[in-house]
């Protein structure tokens, strides 16, 4: 007889008591900030639950955030946290306005979410972390460089009354280094790994059957592809010739090396010689004619037909150049008249051939992934016309002329497939990660990926609640095995770096927030919303404020604006003119406007670099802006911040910010009359309508209770005061 977990926030009878689930929620509550790391279908998501109804318990009043990094993963949350808790759950996407998600945030005890609204929403100052007693970060090997996973790890250590990390994984990746990275970025303590050997999972894991599934190029791929292959060829034999590269059978991982060596020449150099530039046309369309042979090999003739088309409209020397060559130009000939004749890859043969044998069995559920929209959209018309029930299943970004899904529609596609309203789901990799469809019979993969993390993923959608089958198609003798053979010996480097059992790991500590006597305060353009600046900033303890400023990007002062390019939108500023627009309006609107270049590769564009001295000298000796270089989003953010520091001393009044739009909503409207009071900018009307509740408070307040809020001193008081009995005199 099943037993089920008794707790006062768990309802009666909804969670069945695993012993190995119950062990991992203890160890985390006992241990502090975890890993778990462990096959999909094995319950990662109920340990989540156990330890959020225990931490809501505990600290009465708190809150749970479970991040998910898809839209459908982050709503799936909030149906499996309300169907298992006593507590208020609700979700916070993009999709949702920001006065909703600020609703949502402060009405419910569990909060499920994409980490990029989250971020976002704090960085905006619509609520904080302080009171969240957990965060869940579920496919947390995705905490690494810029995701939005790192810094909220780190802003939530920092603020949190007791905060607790919980991350969660099938597949942390075959790189030792970077497993440990993750762990440092989200302040793991202590890794818990379960595998498919261990003897408390064993009885519910159910076993995956894969079954490689190969086919041959048909005579008129390989005659495309032998065409495809000599223009490559005659184009790597020239690099050779020019000492780019050592050898013809250079890779695309090669080429891109290659290019940066070039494009480093170039920037060292007064004046480059004609064979570099010549060289970083051929490598770009070196690169193109292998992306062709690419698609070729794992997509078939009608990705290849829209992608050459792609080609012909571009206006780089590289593209020309390939549609001028005889046999680019015989290949994509080859690729119009199969496309025309109705030819098409084997696979989708194959895949039509499968699906028809297993949909004999009427209550067989099936997931075709592929890498492509396009390849998606070909199958799924082929599905149509062979009868077969299909689904489109896809991201929500509009590609290629067809609009993204939104949410709801992605909500209405998965329910309606778990119903058994369809028979396979197409999809792209939108639906790799954690999406709940318990019934699925069998996985097919039109290509193999080189990644082990996705191939693990995939694999996790079948063998949930019986025995699964994963079927891969390869093409024989193309990079489809080589992408094969590089996941599976990448996921056997992981299961060897992750024995089971519990590892602690060495994490330094958080840095100590220091809390500045004055903190700076600059007003930020809101479209800077999602760069890494803005992070950096909000951990050094700079206050701001998002505003739609008039020209610039970072406001210090009344005088003082700060325009930030990195290296590739400064150059792109010079092609489309936009530069010298923006340098005109900083000095029309700002007494001592600044330009800020991020980045260490100014010189390794296609713009030569007498152009790029040429537009730094126009700013600054025709402008008169001075340009200060920095190394990264890091840096930047330093140097923002010690300018905002000079500009801010006790002498200087609160600044004004300057917008391109006035003030629309009652707060904005009351902020804007208040800030008009004399050495009075945001933060001091942001405070002083907090103390006195409304505008006519602030204007009816003495000296006295004036001088009581913070900042406001004896001849800000005065001068107040002044302005506001002073009779006015018409002269």
Not at 308 to 324: F, P, S, V, W, Y
Not at 381 to 406: D, P
Request: charge should be positive.
């Amino acid at each position: 007889m099943a037993r089920y977990i008794e707790h006062p926030l768990i309802k009666p009878g909804a969670i069945e008591a695993r012993t190995y689930q119950q062990v991992m929620a203890a160890g985390v509550l006992k241990k502090g900030n975890s890993m778990i790391v462990a096959p999909t279908a094995l319950g990662k998501t109920i340990v989540a639950v156990l330890v959020a109804a225990e931490r809501l318990r505990k600290f009465k009043g708190s809150r749970v955030l479970v991040l998910a990094p898809s839209k459908p993963l982050a709503i799936q949350h909030e149906e499996s946290f309300r169907e298992f808790l006593l507590a208020s759950c609700t979700s916070i996407t993009g999709s949702i306005k920001p006065e909703e998600r600020v609703k949502r945030w402060n009405e419910s005890q569990v909060i499920t979410a994409t980490p990029q609204t989250v971020e976002s929403d704090i960085l905006s100052g619509r609520y904080d972390l302080k009171d969240v007693s957990l965060i869940v970060f579920d496919e947390c090997h995705r905490a690494v460089g810029s995701y939005s996973y790192v810094f909220l790890a780190s802003n939530y250590i920092q603020n949190a009354n007791n905060p607790l990390i919980l991350g969660l994984t099938a597949s942390p990746g075959s790189d030792e280094d970077k497993i440990k990275h993750v762990c440092e970025n989200l302040f793991i303590r202590d890794v818990t790994v379960k595998t498919e050997k261990d003897p408390d999972v064993r009885p519910y894991i159910k076993p995956v059957k894969i079954e490689w599934v190969k086919v041959k190029m048909t005579p008129e791929l390989e005659e495309i592809r032998e065409h495809l292959k000599r223009a490559l060829k005659s184009r790597m034999k020239i690099l050779k010739n020019l000492g780019v590269i050592e050898s013809i059978n250079a890779g695309k991982k090669d080429l891109l090396m290659a290019r940066g060596r070039v494009q480093n020449r170039i920037a060292r150099s007064t004046n480059p010689p004609k064979s570099c530039y010549r060289a970083i046309s051929l490598i770009a369309a070196c690169i193109n004619v292998e992306h062709a042979v690419e698609l070729l090999e794992t997509q078939g003739i009608n990705p290849l037909q829209r992608y050459i088309e792609r080609l012909r409209k571009k206006n780089t020397k590289a593209a020309k150049g390939l549609i001028m060559d005889p046999d680019f130009t015989r290949a994509a000939y080859l690729t119009r008249r199969a496309s025309a004749s109705g030819i098409e890859h084997p696979k989708l043969d194959k895949l039509m051939e499968i699906l028809k044998k297993e949909l004999r069995n009427t209550e067989s559920r099936i997931i075709v992934f592929t890498q492509f929209r396009d390849t998606l959209e070909e199958i799924y018309q082929r599905c149509l016309r062979e009868e077969i029930n299909a689904v489109k299943f896809y991201g929500q970004n509009s590609r290629s002329g067809e609009k993204g899904l939104t949410q709801k529609q992605q909500r209405e596609i998965i329910k309606s497939f778990r119903m058994g309203n369809h028979d396979v789901l197409l999809s792209t990799s939108v639906a790799e990660e954690g999406i709940d469809i318990p019934s699925v019979d069998l996985v097919i993969m039109y290509e193999p990926v080189p990644s082990e993390i996705r191939m693990i993923q995939r694999r996790g959608r079948t063998g949930r609640k019986r025995s699964g089958r994963m079927m891969v198609l390869i093409t024989e003798k193309t990079r489809d095995e080589a992408y094969y053979y590089s996941s599976m010996r990448k996921e056997k480097e992981m299961k060897k770096s992750l024995r089971g059992g519990s590892v602690e790991i060495e994490v330094a500590p958080p840095p100590v927030k220091e809390e500045p006597r004055e903190r700076p305060f600059i007003y930020v353009d809101s479209r800077e919303v999602n760069s890494r600046v803005i992070r950096e900033l909000k951990g050094m303890g700079v206050e701001f404020e998002l505003r739609a400023l008039a020209a610039g990007d970072y406001q210090v002062s009344d005088d003082v604006i700060i325009e930030r390019k990195t290296t590739q939108d400064f150059l792109n500023s010079i092609m489309d003119k936009r530069l010298y627009r923006q340098a005109s309006e900083m000095v029309k609107s700002f007494k001592k406007p600044v330009i800020i270049i991020e980045g260490e590769d100014l010189y390794s564009g296609f713009i030569g670099p007498d152009a790029v001295r040429g537009a730094l000298a126009a700013v600054a000796v025709d402008f008169g802006i001075p340009v200060i270089p920095t190394r990264s989003p890091e840096d930047t953010a330093a140097m923002i911040k010690r300018i905002a520091i000079r500009e801010q001393d006790e002498k200087k009044p609160d600044m004004r910010v300057r917008t391109d739009k006035k003030p629309l909503t009652l707060r904005e409207k009351q902020l804007f009359i208040v800030e008009s009071l004399p050495n009075i900018g945001s933060r001091y009307a942001l405070r002083l309508l907090r103390r006195f509740g409304s505008v006519i408070g602030v204007m009816n307040a003495s000296e006295k209770e004036l001088r009581k809020v913070e900042g406001i001193g004896k001849k800000r008081a005065s001068e107040i005061r002044e302005v506001l009995e002073s009779e006015f005199r018409d002269d």
